[in-house]
Nanobody, 122 residues
Framework: QVRLADSGGGLVQAGGSLRLSCVAS????????LGWFRQAPGKERELVAV????????FYANSVKGRFTISRDNSKETVYLQMDNLKPEDTALYYC???????????????WGQGTQVTVSS
């Protein structure tokens, strides 16, 4: 059974940094694009960033460009999201997800982590 275990969330002040991690199991990891999504209370789930299966391509939401960096280590079956210069509007539940295609649509992601909470105080 495929499992994505995301972690690394927490409470941080505005301007601070966090690094999220997501470890996959029972997944042909280097065959999947990996994405990070987030959902704030009362809002729809939105893409934050996605990275292709071998890490050659990445895509970011405009709201996080220049502040967040997605990366992956296929040998460790892990994807990361480095978040710098965090803002209160980044507060949300963050999920990692896996897709067979390089996509920004939630519908294309078949496997999801349980979520890790990020809270940014002003």
């Amino acid at each position: 059974q495929v499992r994505l275990a995301d972690s690394g969330g927490g409470l941080v002040q505005a301007g601070g940094s966090l690094r999220l991690s997501c470890v996959a199991s029972q997944l042909t990891f280097n065959s999947y694009s990996l994405g990070w999504f987030r959902q704030a209370p009362g809002k729809e789930r939105e893409l934050v960033a996605v990275i292709s299966s071998l890490g050659y391509r990445s895509f970011y939401a405009n709201s996080v460009k220049g502040r967040f960096t997605i990366s992956r280590d296929n040998s460790k079956e892990t994807v990361y999201l480095q978040m710098d210069n965090l803002k209160p509007e980044d507060t949300a539940l963050y999920y990692c997800a896996a897709s067979r295609t390089f996509s920004s649509s939630t519908n294309d992601f078949a496997y999801w982590g349980q979520g890790t909470q990020v809270t940014v105080s002003s």
